[in-house]
């Protein structure tokens, strides 16, 4: 019953506002597959720097063993979701997450898994970042579990998972954010200082590049 009133309401809200019910594109969650893997990536983006090629790059980073498996299967379908993060970058971005200090390198894998999986970046920007600003010291599992109820209402994606494959999403991305240092291993918000050529970059850029950061307060 609920079901059929939910398809209600989206069919009248795609006739009313077509521009709300189809820009936006489907949730990704394959972020759920792994971890952060920063050295992974640096790795990738250096050989990529090299060859000018991802089809190439993420070949040689498979034979160079830049992320070490026993299996096969598991070291490229690991490389490719790597690579779907990295490839979001720049050519700048790229060139600072090889060359920066570890800090910069966080920072930006940290914007690369945004830009690559809206959820995470929606989670970072209407949760994350919004209690920072309200000054609410932590985040916790209920607002996740909060925060996915609100978008499985228009997602079908969300609304068809299962609740393990929920709480495994759920546990992947506390993960992310404590290895990009955007929480700690309390779940406390950390007040993230980007480097002066980073903060300066994106606010240059105009873009909503910094809005997946609790940046600490400027005076």
Not at 139 to 153: G, I, L, M, N, T
Not at 164 to 183: G, P
Not at 197 to 209: E, V
Request: proline letters at 2%.
């Amino acid at each position: 019953m609920f079901a059929n009133l939910l398809k209600e309401v989206r069919e009248i809200v795609s006739r009313s506002s077509p521009s709300e019910a189809h820009v936006l594109p489907r949730y990704r969650l394959s972020f759920g597959t792994g971890g952060f893997h920063l050295n992974e990536a640096i790795g990738l983006a250096k050989i990529f720097l090299d060859e000018g090629d991802w089809d190439r790059a993420l070949s040689k980073a498979l034979v160079e063993g830049v992320f070490p498996s026993r299996r096969e299967s598991t070291a490229k379908r690991m490389l490719r979701e790597i690579g779907h993060k990295v490839r979001e970058l720049d050519a700048q971005e790229l060139e600072w997450l090889v060359t920066g200090d570890r800090d910069e390198q966080a920072a930006l894998l940290w914007v690369a898994t945004c830009r690559a999986y809206r959820f995470v970046a929606e989670f970072a920007d209407e949760v994350v970042c919004r209690h920072h600003k309200s000054y609410i010291p932590d985040v916790s599992y209920d607002d996740f579990d909060a925060f996915f109820e609100r978008k499985a209402e228009w997602a079908d994606e969300l609304l068809h998972t299962t609740n393990s494959t929920r709480h495994k999403l759920r546990a992947v991305l506390f993960r992310l954010m404590r290895e990009a240092d955007i929480i700690s291993s309390e779940n406390r918000i950390n007040s993230v200082v980007l480097s002066a050529q980073l903060d300066n970059y994106w606010q240059a850029q105009g873009s909503s590049t910094l809005s997946v950061f609790p940046l600490a307060r400027r005076y």
